[in-house]
Every structure is written in structure tokens, then in C-alpha cells.
């Protein structure tokens, strides 16, 4: 916990400029065959969501206040991909609130709570990267399901309000989540190379990723 403090008070003493100043590294090719996984996402998320009549329409609480940890550099990049179109103000606002994000989540975190804070992509209910979000935040909702590498099935009941409709059962209408995220993986590691045998995991907020600017795997030694 002490090592993480220093390496996040570093990183938020980043000047801005380099941050905002920097390009994306993802490849045009791999760019495309993520945001085809993202559509895909879609259309299955819809179909289920269409099955069970349910919609985030009329919804009281924004679910972009739960604490995720991320694991791709193909998302990080993508994301980047995304904050790097934005005119320069809304960038620096975006990466204004990540310093304020990861500062509260680590003084939450310090306290042994899990952060309950407002992703600082969010302005006023409304993603502000919404072609850039990230898979979580597009499967988050609808019940769903995952075969680990083990064969175990793991099972998602979906976020509060879907199971108010479902009742929690677990014989309902849902997401299978295994392709989608082995079509991730298999990305992941075409894109990294031998590269993703020396890198750090990947394991951060949408914050922290805003903060430490586009992955920069490129300039590790191998
Ligand atoms: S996913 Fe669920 S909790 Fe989140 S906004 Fe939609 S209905 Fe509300
Ligand atoms: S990236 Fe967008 S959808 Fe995901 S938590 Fe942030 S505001 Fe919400």
C-alpha cells in the first residue's frame, strides 16, 4: 500500500502537458478488430436486455460510480485513442478529475473501503468517451455467464435493477461473456508480443489510466 501511495503521488505530479501532448500507440488493425468486439458487445447486451424488457431508462443511481479495475493495454490504448480526439479542455478537464478520482479512491482504499466515486468520464449521467468505454462498463447491467480456462461457469446476476426483474434466478436470459473476453485476450497478446512476458499487469481505474497517459509498453526493454 505504501509503494502504491508513492508510485500514484509521482504520477499526479506528472505535468499535464505531457500527458495531454502524447499520442496513442495502438495499431489501425487492432484499433478495428476491438471496436468490432465493442459492437458485438452491444448486439448481444441489447438482445438480452430486450429479452428481459430492461433498459437503464428511469434509472435513480449511475452505476459509473462503481470501483473497476481494468486489465488490457489494448483498452488503455484504445481509451487513449479516444481522449486523444477530444478538444484540449475537455481532455484536461477529464484528466483534472482523475487526479481528484485517484486521489480520493486512495485515501477510500487507505481506510479499507471500496471507492464509491463518480468515474471522471461521466458528465452529468452521460459517458463522455462513449465509443471508448471500456468492456466492463458495456457488460455491466444485463445477467451473464463465463467457462473459465478450468471449465468452471461462473454466473452474473447484473447490476441492482436488473434483478429486480430477474429476481436473481439464475435460469434466466443471458450474456455469455467467454468468447468476448478470449477474443480480448487473444488481441492482447498478438498486439504485446513477447513483450507481455516482461510488462507489469495491467490492473487499474479508468482514472489511473487517464492519469499515466497511453500504454507505453513500446519503449520497455525486452
Ligand atoms: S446498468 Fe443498472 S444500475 Fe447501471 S444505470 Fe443501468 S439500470 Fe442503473
Ligand atoms: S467510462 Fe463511461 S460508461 Fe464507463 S464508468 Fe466511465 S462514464 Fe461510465
Redesign the pocket.
Known sequence: MRHRAVVWRDLLSTSMESIVMSAPLLPEHISHRIAAIYEEIEKQYDVVAKALD????G??????D?YFLHHTYTEWAYLWQGMAALPAEKKQQFVRRSQEYVQQSQEALARGERPQIMCPLNDDGLCGLYKHRLLICRL???PSSMTRPDGQQLLFP?????QEITGAGEDVPRMDRTKIFQQVVQIEMEWLGVKRNVLPKVKMTIAEMIIKGPSQFKHCQV
Open positions: 430492461f433498459s437503464c431508462t434509472c435513480p443511481d449511475n452505476c459509473c462503481s455491466h447491467g444485463v447484473g447490476c441492482f435493477r436488473c
